[in-house]
Nanobody
Framework: QVQLVESGGGLVQAGGSLRLSCTAS???????MGWFRQAPGKEREFVAA????????YYADNVKGRFTISRDNVKNTVYLQMNSLKPEDTAVYYC???????????????????WGQGTQVTVSS
C-alpha cells in the first residue's frame, strides 16, 4: 500500500501559477507517477504522467505548454508546476502512482494504482 499526500493547492487569479507537490510514504522509483483532476459535475480526467526515471513526460492537450510534471525519487515526491492558469483548470487535483509504464497511464487516461486524497485548485477570472 502506497500512501500519497498532496499539497500546494489554493486560490489563484487567472494567469497565475501554483505548484502542487505529492509525497509518497514509500520509495516510488519503480512507479510511474501522475496527476489527474476532477471538476464539479465532471468525470476525472488525466492531466500529466512521468516515467519512473523522470525522463519521459506526458500531458493532456489542454495543459500542454502550461503545466510541467517532475519528480524527485530521493524525496519520493512528484510535482506539478502550473502556469498561465485558467478558470477551467479549477478542480480537485489527485496524485497517482501506477506500476504500469507512464505511457500506459497516458494511453488509458486512467489508473488502477494508488491515489492521494486530493487538493483543491481554484482559479478565479
Amino acid at each position: 500500500q502506497v500512501q500519497l499526500v498532496e499539497s500546494g493547492g489554493g486560490l489563484v487569479q487567472a494567469g497565475g501559477s501554483l505548484r502542487l507537490s505529492c509525497t509518497a510514504s514509500t520509495r516510488t522509483f519503480s512507479y510511474a507517477m501522475g496527476w489527474f483532476r476532477q471538476a464539479p459535475g465532471k468525470e476525472r480526467e488525466f492531466v500529466a504522467a512521468i516515467s519512473r526515471s523522470g525522463i519521459t513526460t506526458y500531458y493532456a492537450d489542454n495543459v500542454k505548454g502550461r503545466f510541467t510534471i517532475s519528480r524527485d525519487n530521493v524525496k519520493n515526491t512528484v510535482y506539478l508546476q502550473m502556469n498561465s492558469l485558467k478558470p477551467e483548470d479549477t478542480a480537485v487535483y489527485y496524485c497517482n502512482t501506477d506500476q504500469r509504464p507512464a505511457r500506459d497511464v497516458y494511453s488509458s487516461k486512467d489508473s488502477n494504482g494508488f491515489w492521494g486524497q486530493g487538493t483543491q485548485v481554484t482559479v478565479s477570472s
